[in-house]
């Protein structure tokens, strides 16, 4: 392939997800930092690029397609994960089909580790970009354009002429992210043009140097040569804020950093200096972080400023309450600091937004029991997705080893689907696959419990009318009641010998009993005009 100037153009499509954010809140986005990020390096650098974001757009596959065939591209570029992949495959088939010197890349933690797989099995992939993009998909896209080879493209892997699989070493990672130009804005200046006041997604740091078994980004990260977490400068993460609030009415921001506080004292000065910015610079922003425990409670001096910049909820990854799970999920925290950490949300009126796996491989009743009485004790019993959340087994993590040799994988080739596990326990498998699709029906009452959490968050619990913190008090018991009561006596079906039909006369009563109370929360969201 060999197009030059304008007749080089580039595509990327931020792939529409089958399976909705269950636990997201309205104020969400689908925006993908990652392509936005690519595509303002090679614009930089004057690659025509169009972003078609099915995502936020909601298109079809064939509509997808039939953009990027109008685009004429000599690349078309995908982040596919588990459930997107399918889509990926059969988009990129259709792109093959209609013009075959097409360039198909991938990128993404999906793609990297499984990306000798995914060339090997897919005919229409042609290349993968293996861990951090923006250097690599420069390089990639000079050497396609001038007609070059890509053997000796670092963080590249690639198809050659003869059907082997080229496997080029990793790249180093970019060692000052403030001289990555700001992410292209395409979708959320779609969503200006469409009337709405965007959300947009902020990424003001990269990686993590916690060791969790079950998470991707440990073993992602140590791909390449670099730090475990970098961050950007203080200034240069508020004059990106500055931007998107004053050029694309903003009002809420996602920060996306895998740990957004970091490690040590370096990462609260640099989150104190946001903070510090943001409420100097009058923006005006409402904002969530994600952070480990351990980060958090490390900075605990710094919430009340942290709230004062407009921070309304933290994405805490506590996980578990049980400790041997704990140590399973290889975390470094106990059970006391994780009531430490829902108590000094609550007491700076935070909302906390629990990361937290119920059900994993080796779970037993008394673990299933544990996170239950955790879950009451912290008032978030009235979340169902809790008690159904089920440990997602990525290629690549520590806990995926343990996993292979003791037996406990059913599909080792699923990178279509994502891979499944054995359960020690057969009863906990059945109620854990009994519980999922209940909790995709309890989707959007979790959602809205969410959103009147962030809201009451926004005032001063003294100047809410006392009548209406009452009766939302009494509701979120009342979810918390039924909710604790339905898993309980799941469990104890568990222990007596599970039965299909006694599980469905529990389910029917359990969601009978729901679908009131959901009215009554949707009667009072209407009631406040909250959403």
Known sequence: MSKEGKDFRIVFVNLKTRIPCQFAGSSFTLEHIGIGYLTSVLRKHGYDILIIDAATRNLYNQEAVREVLDFSPSIVGFSPTV?????AIHISNRLKEADSRIHICLGGHHATFLAEQLL????????????EGELTILD??????????????????????????????????ITDLDLIPFPARDALKWQLQKGESPTARVMSSRGCVAECSFCSIPPFERLQEGHLWRARSAENVLEELTYLQGELDVKTVLFADDNFIGPG???RKRIKQIADGMISRGLGLKFRILCTAESLIGCESLLPLLKEAGLERIIVGIESASPETLKFFNKKTVLEQHYRIARILAEHNIVLHLGFIMFHPYATLDDLRINAEFLERINHACFFQHFSNRMELYPGVGIFKKLEEEGMIISKNEYKRGFLYRYA??????????LSPIRRRMADLDRLLLDIDIWTSHY????????LVRE??????????INLD???KSIELVESGWNSETFEDLKSEYLNDIAELGKALRSFNSNVQIS
């Open 83 to 87: 459930a997107t992949m399918e889509d």
């Open 120 to 131: 090997i099995k897919e005919s229409s992939f042609d290349s993968v970009v293996r861990g």
């Open 140 to 173: 990639l896209a000079d050497r396609l354009r001038l007609g070059l080879s890509l053997q000796g493209t670092p963080g590249v892997y690639f198809k050659g002429n003869n059907g082997t699989i080229c496997k080029n070493p990793p790249r180093k990672k």
């Open 265 to 267: 004292e370096a990462g």
């Open 425 to 434: 326990e057969p009863g906990i498998e059945n109620l854990a696959r009994s």
């Open 460 to 467: 001063n619990r003294k100047y809410l009318d006392s009548n």
């Open 472 to 481: 939302y008090t009494e509701l979120k018991k009342e979810f918390s009641s």
């Open 486 to 488: 339905f898993f309980l």
